[in-house]
């Protein structure tokens, strides 16, 4: 069964310092791989994803994640945090093989103070 | 495209009456979801659907819980009777791949 991991409930970052939100997953196969953001009473909003080739993708805002086979992660980074990206975020993973569910991780609050 | 729909945004409700929430799928999407969020639990998938076909729904809390999807552009997730312990924020989504999000039905049942 396929499952993912935020282990960080909260993380706080000072602006202008590099974040990372952890998150880790367990699927057979190949996994999709995808981060998303929720603002405060709004759905959730596609950040980024992976689906195959490099391993380093970029997505929106500036954010960017690392997929680690070995580690079975894909830590969501960013080089220089902005107060706006204060936000809850999720990672979440698919089997691609057939009709498959999504599952998301139980989110992580992000806190950049000024 | 107007990306997901959903109906009503906010809904409030008396225990015990029967509520149904909407969704409209991005058209073209092979795959709806439909998600339940609480501060205890996070995001729970409830069902999804592949090709109009409900494919899992071991998510769904009870039988007090159903959803349908008679066609490629609608959705409904229906809770009969409601209770106090329903009241979340339901959210459905659609996908190829990735999911896009609707903006979510604020259920509250007093």
């Known amino acids: 069964a396929q499952s993912v991991a935020q282990p960080e409930d909260q993380v706080n970052v000072a602006e202008g310092n590099p974040l990372t939100v952890k998150c880790t997953y367990s699927?057979?196969?190949?996994?999709?791989l995808f981060w998303y953001v929720q603002y405060p009473n709004r759905g959730l909003q596609f950040l980024l994803k992976?689906?195959?080739?490099?391993?380093l993708v970029k997505g929106s805002y500036g954010f960017e994640a690392e997929f680690n086979k070995s580690q079975t992660s894909f830590h969501l980074k960013k080089p220089s945090a902005l107060v706006s990206d204060s936000a809850l975020y999720f990672c979440?993973?698919?089997?691609?093989?057939?009709?498959?569910?999504?599952?998301f991780g139980s989110g992580t609050r992000l806190s950049i103070r000024p | 495209d107007a990306g997901v729909i959903q109906s009503p945004r906010h809904e409030v409700t008396e225990m015990g009456q029967e509520v149904t929430l909407r969704c409209k799928p991005i058209?073209?999407?092979?795959?709806l979801f439909w998600y339940r969020q609480t501060m205890m639990r996070g995001l729970e998938l409830l069902i999804y659907f592949n090709n109009n076909v409900p494919i899992d729904d071991s998510g769904m809390p009870e039988d007090r819980f159903s959803a349908k999807m008679p066609n490629a552009s609608f959705s409904t997730l229906k809770i009969q009777p409601s209770e106090p312990r329903d009241s979340a924020v339901y959210f459905c989504?659609?996908?190829?791949?990735?999911?896009?999000f609707g903006q979510g039905t604020r259920l509250t049942v007093v």
């Open positions: 992976y689906i195959t080739g490099d391993n």
């Open positions: 979440a993973v698919r089997d691609p093989a057939g009709a498959s569910k999504i599952i």
């Open positions: 699927v057979s196969g190949n996994p999709y």
């Open positions: 989504a659609s996908s190829l791949t990735k999911a896009f």
């Open positions: 058209s073209g999407h092979n795959s």
